[in-house]
């Protein structure tokens, strides 16, 4: 049976490529460090690893 893939819903940004950027490279980091980064909340920084594909990717990487 073939599992439908959930979409993060469009949401208008307010991040900055520059910010983008640094999440992406620092996306291992944990989330508390993640929120001194940047001028995000918690979940703001959750969501937009999602959009990015970032939470994806983790998930990829932890089964090789």
């Known amino acids: 049976m073939k599992r439908t893939q959930l979409k993060p819903e469009f949401i208008a940004s307010i991040w900055t490529t520059e910010q983008d950027c640094l ?13 001194q980064l940047l001028p995000f909340s ?23």
């Open 23 to 35: 999440l992406i490279e620092n996306s291992l980091l944990s989330i508390e460090e993640l929120t």
């Open 42 to 64: 918690e979940e703001e920084i959750q969501v937009r690893k999602a959009i990015l594909g970032l939470v994806r990717r983790q998930r990829q990487m932890n089964r090789i």
